[in-house]
């Protein structure tokens, strides 16, 4: 036995060097999309890749990164089990109300506060209505480890550039700390801020069945204290009526928590909040319970997430447009999407997803609304973003093709129970910033990243939500991402033109297919 391991070892120092290098660098996917964990490593030997976690079918081999992959949504799916007979979540979207209760025009006197409070711009961004389809089967490669979206060639993320630009919310200023409200401090603010009588507002908080006032009941006491220019009551009603149906909204769909009222208490103050992070911090947070197979709801502000999709995936949906960004007159972006609803169910969207190449994005789709919105480098800060007491980890080192670098594989995420200087470290973001950025470079294609990257990937996360069909080859070619085009009907033609020519399975070499073929060159090149 000794011998003959002898002579397989020289017979192997003896094999051309070129034809292991060759046999090493072949990449390939299983049937379930992943690359198989005996070619992640190259490097390895056999007996640590026998080692590695055995993982989860469908998900990642690698449990280290996803741990909380054993409740996730996208575990259950890949077995075939829904979470009900709604394959969609339900989603709070209050867009058709708001449009109603915001007037025209704002008195004078309450213009100017709103205006000043950085949250004006909430007026007139609302969807009015949202596509749970298209938005559900975003939540479900949602992971809030890594607080981004796991796509079939790595994360992406809404990020503070994000909302800065699609809202036009200020992300520089203060977290709000949290504050405990009873049933009694909530009756006492709406005696002292909303200009109730205490018999109206203990009846009130008593009906909500905890520490919230009713948006409707908010909406009423705006119009009575305009009525009576009683100026100061009537704007604190409106700002948490409007911060309560966008960014604050909760999975009541009706209510407000009463402890939001204590931002407006110094209406001439409440500017200096970062209402951008404080809108991202509030998605994250519903977006993780509702990327859980228990949870059926989402809160939060959908026609944030809705718009992004829109901004970023130009083929994935339907979505109506209000005007060109060519023609933009500095209107928040999410104001160029209207509501159109789409045919495709949650399960029809599940494998497009699936079937998304990085030539499927719009990498960077704000930068002809810099005029408006300059890009600030604090979008870069990795760290954790607080408001209350929910914390969330914001790490855009994990999502850096969408600020035009170079993608690594990331550090491990941040735990944010031990953070304990989060206020200290958003201050002094320049030392993060520098890390984020010092790992990589400017791409030179929008797409690119680092060789190892996908391998990495494909090992910690999962690259589809839908089996493949079994008599699918069992190995497929991991697919080398050329750069795409880079404007939204550029892209279509693209996709379009790439979906046919997969559906016929044809090679560039087939004459009859030539034209198809140059077509489709022609329209990654714009």
Not at 34 to 43: A, E, F, K, Q, S
Request: glycine share 6%; hydrophobic share 35%; aromatic share 12%.
């Amino acid at each position: 036995m000794h011998s003959q391991t002898k002579k397989k070892r020289k017979k192997l120092a003896a094999r051309p060097k070129k034809e292991t290098q060759k046999r090493n660098m072949v990449r390939r996917r299983g049937a379930d999309g992943r690359i198989p964990v005996r070619t992640l490593d190259r490097g390895a030997s056999s007996s640590a890749a026998a080692a590695e976690p055995t993982g989860y079918p469908g998900g990642p081999y690698d449990t280290s990164l996803l741990v909380k992959y054993e409740h996730h949504v996208a575990r259950h799916i890949w077995f075939g089990e829904e979470r009900g007979p709604k394959k969609e979540l339900k989603v709070a979207g209050h867009g058709l109300k708001l449009n109603s209760r915001v007037p025209l025009a704002l008195p004078p006197q309450m213009e100017s506060w709103v205006s000043r409070s950085g949250l004006a711009s909430l007026q007139r961004t609302s969807l009015n209505k949202i596509d749970t389809n298209l938005v559900s089967a975003f939540v479900e490669r949602w992971h809030l480890e890594t607080s981004s979206f796991h796509m079939p060639f790595g994360e992406m993320s809404i990020t503070l550039d994000d909302v800065a630009c699609l809202l036009h919310l200020p992300i520089r200023g203060i977290f709000w700390s949290p504050q405990d409200v009873t049933e009694e401090l909530a009756v006492e603010l709406a005696v002292d801020y909303l200009g109730v009588s205490q018999s109206q507002a203990q009846s009130h908080v008593r009906s909500c069945r905890g520490s919230y006032y009713k948006l409707e009941w908010l909406y009423d006491i705006f119009v009575h204290h305009r009525a009576a220019s009683s100026w100061a009551y009537a704007t604190r009603a409106y700002l948490l009526m409007l911060v309560g149906s966008t960014i604050f909204a909760d999975k009541t769909f009706t209510l407000v928590e009463a402890r939001y009222l204590l931002l407006f208490r110094d209406l001439d103050g409440c500017s200096g909040y970062s209402w951008g992070a404080a809108a991202l911090v509030t998605l994250y947070r519903y977006l993780g319970d509702a990327s859980m197979y228990s949870c059926k709801q989402l809160g939060g502000y959908p026609t944030l997430l809705q718009c992004w999709i829109h901004e970023y995936f130009p083929t994935v949906g339907k979505r109506g447009e209000n005007w060109n960004p060519a023609g933009n007159c500095g209107l928040p972006r999410a104001m160029r999407w209207s509501y159109r609803q789409g045919v495709l169910k949650v399960d029809d969207l599940r494998p497009i997803l699936d079937e998304l190449t990085p030539t499927d994005v719009i990498w960077r789709p704000f930068e002809d609304h810099r005029a408006w919105r300059v890009f600030d480098e604090i979008c870069l800060y990795r760290g954790c973003l607080k408001w209350g007491e929910t914390v969330v980890p914001y790490l855009p080192d994990r999502c850096l093709r969408q600020f035009g670098y170079r993608q690594y594989v990331p550090s491990p995420p941040l735990d944010c129970m031990m953070a304990t200087d989060i206020d200290v470290d958003w201050i002094s973001y320049h030392q993060s910033v520098v890390d984020v950025i010092g790992s990589s470079s400017v791409a030179t294609t929008p797409s690119e990243v680092v060789d190892g990257y996908l391998e990495w990937y494909y090992r910690v996360s999962h690259p589809r939500l839908v089996p493949p069909h079994r008599d699918a080859p069992r190995e497929v070619p991991v697919p080398v991402y050329d750069a795409g085009p880079s404007d939204p009907d550029w892209a279509r033609v693209s996709t379009l033109i790439r979906r046919y020519l997969r559906q016929v399975n044809v090679e560039e070499e087939d004459p009859q297919f030539s034209d198809l073929f140059e077509a489709l060159h022609i329209s990654r090149s714009h």
